[in-house]
């Protein structure tokens, strides 16, 4: 059986960052009311980058606009992953299980950050990205892969969601025109490593 928790991942990061050049220093681009753009990233796409792309989207509405993407789509998001947002009051209707080659095509948006939520993906070789986004690790275990009774999947889900949105409320909070580049990104780093108290639900 799964246990939420997961490996810092600085190997496929260091892919990404070469594939778009980050450099150590500089800061976003300071316009005012604009809003940054998040890409989640895991294997399948079909639960946690999924319910990480529509946290983004409700805890910083105005600021960020998310989207998510798999190294291997499933090619249809998880059914309790529906289930659990659904029950959250999130509007289902336009998710799906895409490639991250969509987000790579020249008409892409420009990524202002890349969080990788799944540690499977270290194998995987990164496209290359619109922009230069600041990249951060922000693992957690797969709930599409928790063995179990339905209840528990159900709550496992649960668990998964919560740890995601706790990071994602931290990170809506900051006032990203005000930091460079570089303590953006630990920042980012740090709020991949928070993880919510045993027992919590």
């Not at 890349?114 to 270290?122: G, K, N, S």
């Amino acid at each position: 059986m799964l246990r939420a928790g997961s490996v810092f991942n600085r190997g496929l990061l260091l892919r990404v960052e070469s594939a778009v050049g980050i450099k150590s220093r500089g800061a976003l681009a300071p316009v005012a009311n604009r809003e940054y753009n998040v890409l989640f990233l895991c294997t399948g796409n079909s639960a946690r980058s999924i319910m990480a792309e529509c946290a983004i989207n409700r805890w910083g509405m105005g600021k960020f606009r998310g989207f998510s993407a798999g190294s291997h789509p499933k090619g249809a998001v998880h059914r309790l992953t529906l289930e659990l947002l659904n029950k959250m009051n999130y509007d289902t209707s336009e998710l799906r299980s895409k490639s991250w080659d969509e987000f790579a095509a020249p008409d892409g948006p420009k990524l202002d950050f890349v969080f990788t939520v799944c540690d499977q993906a270290a194998a995987e070789p990164c496209p290359f990205w619109p922009g230069q986004p600041i990249t951060a690790h922000w693992g957690v275990a797969d709930p599409a892969a928790f063995v179990g009774t339905d209840d528990e999947k159900r709550r496992f889900f649960f668990r998964i969601y919560r740890e995601l949105e706790n990071r994602i409320k931290i990170f809506a909070s900051l006032r990203i025109e005000t930091v460079d580049s570089f303590a953006l990104r630990n920042r980012a780093e740090e709020i991949g490593r928070i993880k919510l108290p045993d027992g919590r639900e």
